[in-house]
Nanobody
Framework: QVQLVESGGGLVQPGGSLRLSCAAS????????MRWYRQAPGKQRELVAS??????NYADSVKGRFTISRDNAKNTVYLQMNSLKPEDTAGYYC???????????????WGQGTQVTVSS
């Protein structure tokens, strides 16, 4: 009953910026954590950024360039990506740890992903 929908992907030039959004909807009691992953062809999936109770964490490859934030009123997490490089090209996936019901523990949900391509 919980859905995650990503948006904001597209084609950008090196050095450009892009803002990804992930909106959670459905039966949401509490969102404990939200994360962004990415996976490029031929590479393993990697954790890009996470936000938990206001604290943030980033992969070394994106530190100083990407910023994760959350709008609690909208149940939405954002990933602001600046100074984009060709190696940032990947499918980006939203993951959220959500408690949907009072009587049940939280569990992870995944979005369908959005493609980011950095090329001139």
């Amino acid at each position: 009953q919980v859905q995650l929908v990503e948006s904001g992907g597209g084609l950008v030039q090196p050095g450009g910026s892009l803002r990804l959004s992930c909106a959670a909807s459905g039966s949401i009691l509490r969102i404990d954590a939200m994360r962004w992953y990415r996976q490029a062809p031929g590479k393993q999936r990697e954790l890009v950024a996470s936000i938990i109770s206001g604290g943030t964490n980033y992969a070394d490859s994106v530190k100083g360039r990407f910023t994760i934030s959350r709008d609690n009123a909208k149940n939405t997490v954002y990933l602001q990506m600046n100074s984009l490089k060709p190696e940032d090209t990947a499918g980006y996936y939203c993951n959220a740890e959500i408690a949907a019901y009072v009587s049940r523990p939280s569990k992870n949900y995944w979005g369908q992903g959005t493609q980011v391509t950095v090329s001139s």
